[in-house]
Antibody, heavy 121, light 107 residues
């Protein structure tokens, strides 16, 4: 059974960084990529980026290019998303999601439970 | 950047058919998916690759994509289908993009 378990809620001050983890189980970690999606309070879903669990290649949304870093630890089947230079409008629930590849496209078939990051002075 | 547009809300009576649209420039050239999200829960994929339904998703959910519009159709909507629905598009140039979401009310 596939599970993605994320780290707990965080409270950060403006200008700080936050690192959220996503630990996978129930499948061969290296065969699937992981995407990160965030959702501000009362708002829609926003794709932030993707990382290959096979070789660590990344692809970030242009909006986050200069302040997000995604990494993997294959020894623990964990993916990390670090977002720097936090602002109040970064307050959101951050989700990791497994990317299922199907005929040269991909979709998100399993999601983590979400991690609330609150940015407040 | 690529944008997807959805109606903010759609209403349907129980047992009737609900259609939720998603529009974008040449959307038919991309692959689309649909996600259902209930309050306080993580999203769940209900349609992928335009028309495919994951295992465990009821047959009343179907999808289409042509021209500039993708459509999620729920045939015989039930109370449990009340949720927010997000379309998603992917191609090699835009990666993944989500629409703004549609609140489906079943009443």
């Amino acid at each position: 059974q596939v599970h993605l378990v994320q780290s707990g809620a965080e409270v950060k001050k403006p200008g700080a960084s936050v690192k959220v983890s996503c630990t996978a189980s129930g499948y061969t970690f290296s065969l699937y990529g992981i995407s990160w999606v965030r959702q501000a309070p009362g708002q829609g879903l926003e794709w932030m980026g993707w990382i290959s669990a096979y070789n660590g290649n990344t692809n970030y949304a242009q909006k986050y290019q200069d302040r997000v870093t995604m990494t993997t630890d294959t020894s623990t089947s964990t993916v990390y998303m670090e977002l720097g230079s936090l602002r109040s409008d970064d307050t959101a629930v951050y989700y990791c999601a497994r990317v299922h590849y199907y005929e040269s496209s991909g979709y998100f078939d399993y999601w983590g439970q979400g991690t609330l990051v609150t940015v407040s002075a | 950047s690529y944008e997807l547009t959805q109606p903010p809300s759609v209403s349907v009576s129980p047992g009737q058919t609900a259609s939720i649209t998603c529009s974008g420039d040449k959307l038919g050239d991309k692959y689309t998916g649909w996600y259902q999200q209930k309050p306080g829960q993580s999203p769940v994929v209900v349609i992928y690759h335009d028309t495919k339904r994951p295992s465990g998703i009821p047959e009343r959910f179907s999808g289409s994509n042509s021209g500039n519009t993708a459509t999620l159709t729920i045939s015989g909507a039930q109370d449990v289908d009340e949720a927010d629905y997000y379309c998603q598009a992917w191609d090699s140039s835009t990666d993944w993009v989500f629409g703004g979401g549609t609140k489906l009310t079943v009443l």
